[in-house]
């Protein structure tokens, strides 16, 4: 399974992909809104909103760029270790 993390902490983007990989998913981390964010997000089987430590030009992107594809969208105002394993379990649970 594909992740593609958006927002959260620039110092916790190792532990997003080391909590990824303990679900046996791969993972993209963007802190920070890239010019070329729309050819990087590819087709994750699951996008991942930290909305406290995103802008709304990256929401905007993200949303607009996933558009009529079969992606699921979590989002959590918190950017903590916790709010991301709590979603890839209920992700997991419910596949």
Request: net charge positive; with cysteine.
């Amino acid at each position: 399974m594909s992740v593609v993390i958006l927002g959260g902490n620039d110092c916790m983007v190792r532990r997003y992909k080391d909590i990824c990989k303990q679900y046996k998913c791969r993972a993209k981390v963007f802190t920070h809104m890239k010019t070329d964010l729309r050819k990087q997000i590819g087709s994750p089987d699951l996008l991942v909103m930290f909305t406290g430590t995103m802008s709304h030009k990256m929401a905007r992107c993200a949303v607009n760029e996933i558009k009529g594809l079969p992606i699921c969208i979590e989002r959590s105002h918190s950017g903590s270790a916790s709010a991301l394993i709590s979603i890839l379990e209920s992700h997991i649970n419910n596949r």
